[in-house]
């Protein structure tokens, strides 16, 4: 059975710090790619930044500079450094693996910016 456990987020004030965690289990790991996604309450959901197999990351532009992806393959944990926080950040993020046709979600986990 898949599973992607996400973890960290929170209530932080604009200009702060958040890392975020998401576990994999019953997949193998180092195979997938990874990515982090977000959706805003009336926004479609969109890619905020993506980790292949082989390390080579991609951001969207609103994070390029404040996000970094990265990953674990001992941990089986693909995590996000969230810097810089703004109020426009705010969503529920998801953690996805993804490899040729194989996709999972996780259950996502809230980030509210706010003072």
């Known amino acids: 059975q898949v599973q992607l456990v996400e973890s960290g987020g929170g209530l932080v004030q604009p200009g702060g710090s958040l890392r975020l965690s998401c576990a994999a289990s019953?997949?193998?790991?180092?195979?997938?790619?990874m990515g982090w996604y977000r959706q805003a309450p009336g926004k479609q959901r969109e890619s905020v930044a993506v980790?292949?197999?082989?390390?080579?990351?991609n951001y969207v532009d609103s994070v390029k500079g404040r996000f970094t992806i990265s990953r674990d393959n001992v941990k089986n944990t693909v995590y996000l450094q969230m810097n810089s926080l703004k109020p426009e950040d705010t969503a529920v993020y998801y953690c996805?693996?993804?490899?040729?046709?194989?996709?999972?979600w996780g259950q996502g986990t809230q980030v509210t910016v706010s003072s």
């Open positions: 996805k693996a993804f490899a040729g046709a194989d996709g999972y």
């Open positions: 019953g997949i193998m790991f180092r195979i997938y790619s």
């Open positions: 980790i292949a197999s082989d390390g080579h990351t």
